[in-house]
């Protein structure tokens, strides 16, 4: 078939690669424009498109799509179908209906639930057994199109959000690689999502990321592991030189108890408002590595008793 492909992080990648390894023509790559990254803030490509060009496909970064110039542009391409996979910019009914056979999108949830910018992250703070891909036909609406195909996953307990992102992304690879396989055949059919159950996964805002050790440890656990790697949960400690932030990217619930934020001991057990969070894996601003709960208090020179803010 020939396909436009629209997207942009590196979760997007294993299914431009699976419909590239597949046949299809991909008659172009639209992805986001180059942003200024690192210390130097030199401007840098996506993971699209770096991979695309790779792949020596034709590479588009428009900054609207809203434009008459960019729906004849899309319309030159003379697409079957479009595939979308977090591409981050919202497309207008007008190419919604270009290609022949419509949008395609990969969305990261068991929809009708989390719909929305943050489906992955959502579905571990929220404690969810299951999470999946689905394979969905785009409409105006923020992900409330018909769904023609899913696969769904198990979020075990200290799941992060970046181990259930990189799970998913060779499932939605293979899951949008049969499913244009069976729109080639005139054999792909859309159910429409269910009315009830709808939950929308909001962006994750800096605001979010300080832990809160006053709710309960199952839900502490959560929340860091959830916003593991990036933005990376966080509390405040004296280290030595005043206040220093410290980013936490693995908790597990654990016994234990006292008041909220205190450390009780050796293994880097901390009191939340009801129970205990172990803290697995740490990482200090300004420092590169990670280290163990019990590498960062030898380092950080912290005993039981010290408060976590």
């Not at 992250?121 to 969905?136: E, P």
């Not at 440890?217 to 933005?231: K, M």
């Not at 509390?235 to 934020?261: N, Q, T």
Request: hydrophobic residues 45%; contains cysteine.
């Amino acid at each position: 078939m020939r396909i436009v492909f629209m997207g942009t992080p590196d979760f997007a990648v294993p299914t431009l690669d699976r419909l590239h390894a597949d046949g299809h023509t991909i008659a172009a790559v639209y992805t986001r424009a180059p942003a200024k990254a690192g210390r130097g803030m030199a401007l840098k490509p996506s993971p699209v498109h770096a991979r695309a060009e790779v792949l020596g496909l034709p590479v588009l970064t428009p900054a609207t799509l809203k434009s008459e110039a960019a729906a004849e542009d899309f319309a030159g391409h003379g697409a079957d179908v479009a595939v979308v996979v977090a591409y981050g910019m919202l497309l207008p009914q007008r190419i919604l209906d270009l290609p022949r056979h419509g949008c395609l999108n990969l969305h990261g949830s068991l929809l009708p639930r989390w719909r929305g910018a943050a489906p992955i992250q959502r579905a571990v703070m929220a404690g969810d057994a299951m999470s999946g891909v689905g394979v969905m036909r785009m409409e105006a609406g923020l992900d409330t199109g018909p769904v023609a195909m899913e696969e769904r996953i198990a979020i075990t307990e200290g799941m992060t959000a970046g181990e259930l992102h990189d799970a998913l992304m060779p499932l939605g690879a293979d899951l949008m690689g049969r499913a244009i396989r069976a729109l080639d055949r005139e054999g792909l059919t859309f159910v429409p999502q269910a009315e009830e159950g709808v939950v929308y996964a909001h962006k994750i805002t800096n605001e979010e990321a300080r832990i809160d050790w006053s709710r309960q440890a199952t839900e502490v656990a959560r929340h860091i592991n959830g916003l593991s790697p990036f933005p990376g949960a966080y509390f405040e400690a004296d280290l030595g030189k005043g206040p220093e932030r410290v980013k936490v990217l693995r908790a597990l619930p654990a016994d234990g108890s006292g008041a909220p934020g205190t450390l009780l001991d050796a293994a880097c057990t901390v009191a939340c408002g009801t129970g205990a969070v172990r803290l697995i894996e740490l990482r200090r601003a300004g420092k590169g590595g990670v280290a163990s709960g019990e590498e960062f208090l030898r380092g950080a020179r912290l005993a039981a008793g010290a408060s976590f803010a």
